[in-house]
């Protein structure tokens, strides 16, 4: 007893004298050096060598999530280094299994519907920004479906599946391409003559921010015709920006808290579908008759199997998420084509070289088929999107236990896959001197070029035309199997535009003693420039020879 009476005593008395704040902060503490050490034994005690290796790390729940959203393609880079192409780590609790690789790529974007799909993933984060209906709020049972080039479906079925149907079948034509490019065109050329930055004959401009803005205008008016651009101006482009951030990878597991950049989602949501609602309702109130062709009419004429019609906050819906489809990937793509052209004056005289060449002096107004006959222009677009994909992770939910053929490992139906395309074409073995942005990598017989295999993979329909089935091509900007992106043909028809268009107006270079170009900034599920970027412009006289 006296012994008890000497250990405990002073410790009884320390508690007492102690505030309650400090006693919880001493508890809490214990709780978080405990939970730390529980799950570094649980890693090195219990490994299960039936599931691919997991990354070390201290901290439970929070897991390698830190490294990975700093930058993924270090985080996967060095995992690879360490634990192989297949690995999992903890991504805010989620146990996430990597698998890198063309055989990576074709086991994730190829696997079968009823393994794994993306719905379960994507709906929290996209649900809040396109709104309800659209997108991932609906199977993918029902994507399929009404991605087939029908006028109907069920009264259940989502709006966005006729969303789709109406863009590949009104948007994405031959015909359609040929006449956005000279819309494309337009709009550059008439942003570039009122844009601030770009007045006088030189200056600097931030070009993430100048390119996010136009790839609005020209994807709005290129995708969603006349109405709707007039009614986008620099405010909109506000607007779109807070509601991009929307997309912050805190929202995969908190789409709903009250932080400041969800407020701001939620409100520039409402303000955009509002934009479109109006033109929809003063359209039904002048008596549904067609003034012009554009994707509005075409989303309003939509009815299901029964005869109801769509309803029009669900056309608004589709329209906020096609113009993000449209504008999204391009903003950050020709940000850094410009970025890239910027360190490379010799290949943007080449580039306005070859048009000189190709299409003659004066330059006429682009057309699609003057695009199809600039290489280089086209080898720059494919070049910036090798090294600088849009999305770096692709990810889907496991449904089913998942063997890897060729591996002892089982993924178990607790984790999430993740396919990272970006990786193979960042490795000297597809790709010499991975790290060098080099368009002439592209000609025809360049040397050591992997011969691209898309071409040659089997083809299958998914029900919205034929695309490419494997995914064997190091080469993935766009994803593959049926979530590719239907859109890739606009993306490289716009990317083409602006490019020419750019190349025709500017000439750039960077800052003076600037090397490079800027990193990347991860904080939203597309990557993009960190910003700002600022470049020199120095305008050019029409038809001015090198």
Known sequence: MGLLATVVGPL????????????????????????????????????????????????????????YGIDPYVFFFNCREKYGDIFTFVLLGKRTTVF????????????????????????PLTTPVFGTGVVYDCPNAKLMEQKKVKSYGTQLESAFRLTVQ??????????????YVPLIESEVIEFTKR???????????NVPAVMAEMT?????????????????????ADLYHDLDMGFSPINFMLPW?????????????????????????????????????DMIWNLMSCVYKDGTPVPDVEVAHMMIALLMAGQHSS???????????????????????????????PLPPLTYDALQKLPLNSQVVKETLRLHAPIHSMMRKVTNPLSVEGTPYTIPPSHVLLAAPGVTSKVEEHFPNPADWEPHRWDPGAAGMTKLQEEEDDKIDYGYGLVSKGANSPYLPFGAGRHRCIGEAFAYVQLGTITATMVRLF??????????????????LFSRPLNPAVVHWEKREPEEKS
């Open 12 to 67: 009884g008395d320390q508690i007492t004298n102690r505030s309650t704040a400090a006693i919880i902060a001493s508890g809490f503490a214990t709780f978080v050096v405990l939970a730390i050490l529980l799950n570094v034994l649980r890693q090195l005690l219990f490994k299960n060598p039936k599931e691919p290796p997991l990354v070390f790390h201290w901290v439970p729940f929070i897991g390698s999530t830190i490294s």
């Open 100 to 123: 890198l690789g063309t055989k990576g790529n074709e086991f994730i974007l190829n696997g079968k519907l009823k393994d794994a799909n993306a719905e379960e993933i994507y709906s």
């Open 166 to 179: 109406q863009f590949v079948k009104f948007g994405l034509t031959s015909e359609s391409l040929r006449s």
């Open 195 to 205: 844009v601030p930055s770009l007045q006088g004959a030189k200056g600097t401009a």
């Open 216 to 236: 609005i205008y020209t994807a709005s008016r290129s995708l969603q015709g006349k109405e709707v651009r007039s009614k986008f101006d620099s405010s909109f």
């Open 257 to 293: 808290a009250p932080l400041p950049h969800n407020k701001k989602r939620d409100y520039a949501q409402k303000k955009m579908a509002q934009t479109y609602t109006e033109i929809i309702k003063a359209r039904r109130e002048a008596g549904g008759e067609k003034d012009s062709d």
């Open 331 to 361: 903003s950050s793509t020709s940000a850094w084509i410009m970025l890239r052209l910027a360190t490379r004056p010799d290949i943007l005289e080449e580039l306005y070289q070859e048009q000189l060449s190709v299409l003659g002096s």
């Open 507 to 524: 000439r750039l270079r960077n800052l003076e003693g600037v090397k490079g170009v800027v990193g990347t900034d991860y904080s939203s």
